[in-house]
């Protein structure tokens, strides 16, 4: 009898060690609080949010150049690009955070990442294909002077509209009239029908050219007819038509003046 109460005795001995042991590595364990996260869950160690920025920020850059590309026009991040670029940013940022934060401050970071969508949908619109494509700078600049005669031409409003910025000024310099682009080319394509036009002579002006500001001279002629039926052959020598063009903010080469009749 004695024997088997001292077998008993033994069992819950080693039964009430066994649980001191597990109770003891138990409290030895590295204790985490609510809200915390285990940075090993985090691929390669990077934060959700920062993983969630850089994916948005490569996707806008890739999308970008690749929307350049695919138009045949020069890759470029022109300003409401760059807000497009953050506009992801922002909303993968906020999508990488959602999960680690309180209800009461989800409803924040979901503001914030629907606002950076409507940025994203805001931008993208604003910048249609350039009206004009080049395989260099350069070659855009001429191409959009050329334009000018080709819209005269064809009597195309729209794409006298896309190569002249909205407040271009046309100028006739031996009166010193001034024009709107449309009053001007408005009324130009009603009292004449163009059978020919051209630009000539292309040339640089020194020192009148920035980074995203050029001069350029030329020459121009052509043939129309008027109202009346009468045909009319016209010449003005190189160097009397003044160009400037700038970049819009889009990034696209316009006309922003064009002063023409120079001595």
Same mark, same amino acid.
């Given at each position: ?29 590295? &204790? ?13 160690? %990077?934060?959700?949010?920062?993983? $969630? ?6 996707? +806008?850059?890739?999308?970008?150049? *690749?929307?350049?590309? *695919? ?20 909303? $993968? ?22 606002? $950076? ?18 395989? +260099? ?19 195309? *409003?729209? *794409?006298?509209?896309?190569? !002249?910025?909205?407040?271009? %000024?046309?100028?006739? %310099? ?28 292309? &040339? ?10 050029? %001069? ?13 039926? &009468? ?24 006309? &922003?003046? !064009?002063? !023409?009749?120079?001595?």
């Amino acid at each position: 009898m004695n024997s088997k109460r001292e077998s008993r005795e033994s069992v819950k001995k080693k039964a009430a060690l066994a649980s001191d042991s597990t109770n003891l590595a138990a409290s030895t364990q590295p &204790q985490r609080t609510r809200g915390q996260h285990n940075p090993a869950s985090h691929s390669f160690g %990077v934060s959700p949010e920062l993983y $969630g920025g850089l994916i948005g920020l490569v996707t +806008s850059i890739l999308a970008n150049f *690749m929307y350049d590309l *695919m138009r045949g026009g020069i890759p470029h991040i022109g300003p409401l690009k760059a807000l497009a670029a953050i506009a992801l940013v922002i909303a $993968g940022t906020a999508v990488g955070h959602y999960k680690r934060i309180s209800p009461t401050k989800k409803l924040f970071w979901a503001l914030l990442s629907v606002a $950076g969508l409507l940025l994203l949908v805001w931008a993208l619109p604003l910048c249609p294909d350039c009206p004009v494509q080049g395989a +260099s700078e350069h070659e855009v600049i001429l191409a959009t002077i050329r334009a000018e005669a080709d819209a005269v031409r064809r009597s195309d *409003m729209d *794409m006298i509209r896309r190569i !002249f910025s909205q407040d271009a %000024v046309i100028i006739d %310099v031996s009166n010193g009239t001034h024009w709107r682009r449309d009053e001007r080319y408005t009324a130009l394509l009603h009292n004449a029908q163009f059978l020919d036009a051209n630009q000539f002579e292309f &040339q640089p002006v020194v020192g009148k050219s920035t980074d995203d500001k050029v %001069v350029f001279t030329t020459g121009s002629s052509g043939r129309l007819r008027d109202n009346e039926g &009468q045909l009319h052959e016209y010449y003005n020598r190189p160097g009397s038509n003044e160009w400037t063009l700038q970049k819009n903010p889009c990034g696209c080469w316009v006309i &922003q003046e !064009f002063r !023409f009749n120079l001595p």
